[in-house]
């Protein structure tokens, strides 16, 4: 299962009720928080998001709306008593902006707090997904991510499971690949109960970025692509000056990259209804749907 | 005019709608913000605080819950076009901390922002105020704030002020003891037109603490306290032991310093209801009020 939960979808400014940008990404029993602008510990609770449960956070770049949040949620996890590890991928300066708040606060975390420097190219693998970063073109350093499931999980044939009576604890287990083994210890292989998955499962999100066609190489294929759309049409030029994009851009980038589904999101504070976004976008790009808070697109 | 609107009176974690720790601490024409948790910006939207009239900012300590909204104020101002100076008093590691996160965004701030360390004793003294800061008891470095006019406004009088036809944009000029010109060059003398203010107005914040009885002594006869309370008294082996304080123990401190009036916040995530907080303290000190936010605290 591959889904994205929107958590934020503004620009800078909050305003209209919309936050700036953090969003969940779930890839199976696997949880990814993508950048955390301020409040979104709070959006984390609103939206019922297991927040010990998120394994990885990953910050596309050091404007402040896109990360302030994230000192918040480090310091709530551990006076919650979070045990297990949180690694936090970002710019290199994130590492020391976060250790200098947490050590002027006097905190000792409960968890092991890991720091790591994206680079373009730099690729997390995992037995079951592979998460690629690329750099994207903004004022300052910025990257987006390729989150792929590495192999697609088994489907359970739900006939053959009944007949070996396998309980339900164990079918995710199943849909890896392993075969079961019964107290007894009777073997049954994978193959009598499962058929194989669908497809790889992608999603891609572009950060902010300005219109650049070379970020529908990096995106090519997926699934599911998120990109801002900081601004309508009219003006594209002020998006180009800010290393912003349009929601015309972006379905542009959607098209040519061939991907399934494109979600938008980043809506500058200017505007209060999101609607022209859609429509703007879908002239171009059918499949494009706004990236609205609270909301989880699956994939 | 002194008043204390309250912008968050939760303590670590947000919870129960509840925010973390800001104030607005409003003394005739200005402004100040006193600690700025995370979303603090938010609130200020919320409850329609000129935010552009902020002119100086006290932050407390260095705990999260009283300063992680500061820096994503500070950048809005700057997005905002903000051009009058900022002060900001803290502990002196914040000036470190808000200036890496600024450099690491590549911000460049439309207006001047100054920042000065705190200590105990250390007076900022205006025309018309002046406000003292005092050290607290808690786990880092901690201060509180009294707020006092200086003198106070004069009373203008309405039937003087009709017999000579001043115009409504006057009033407050009058108020501070100026005399009134006339366009034609006519001098009007202010003692002519109003009649002596009432007492200076004094205000206390006393921050994060445990209970201390001291405190009473730094906050003597103001017109109004805020002290916080974190737990009720059932936990007071626990406030102490996180260096907080109970209901009754802010209520005690109240009636020890023989202030007016006590407000009382800094609630607890594990309490959703604060009427026993009100009840508790209310046994010791009556005229105490619960903290709430988006209320109006005039004295």
Redesign the interface.
Known sequence: MLAVTILGNNS????FDRHPTAQVVTLNEHLFLVDCG??T??QI?KYRIRRSRIQKIFISH???DHY??L??LI??MG??GRENDLHVYG?A??E??IQ??L????NHLPFKLQFYTLHDGMTITEDKFEITCFKVFH??ECYGFVFREVRAPRRINPDKIKLYSIPTPYYDWLRWGHDFVSESGEVIANELVTEPGSGSKSYAYAADTLFERSIACRVKGVDLLYHETTYLHDLAEKATKRFHSTAVQAATIAKEAGVHRLIIGHFSSKYEKLDPFEEEAREIFPSTDLALEGVTYRV
Chains 1, 2 share one sequence.
């Open positions: 800078a400014l909050p305003a301020e409040g510990q709070i609770a050091l404007h402040g302030f949040g000192v918040g310091t709530t006076l919650l710019p300066e994130l020391p902006i200098l708040q050590k002027a606060g006097g004022r300052i």
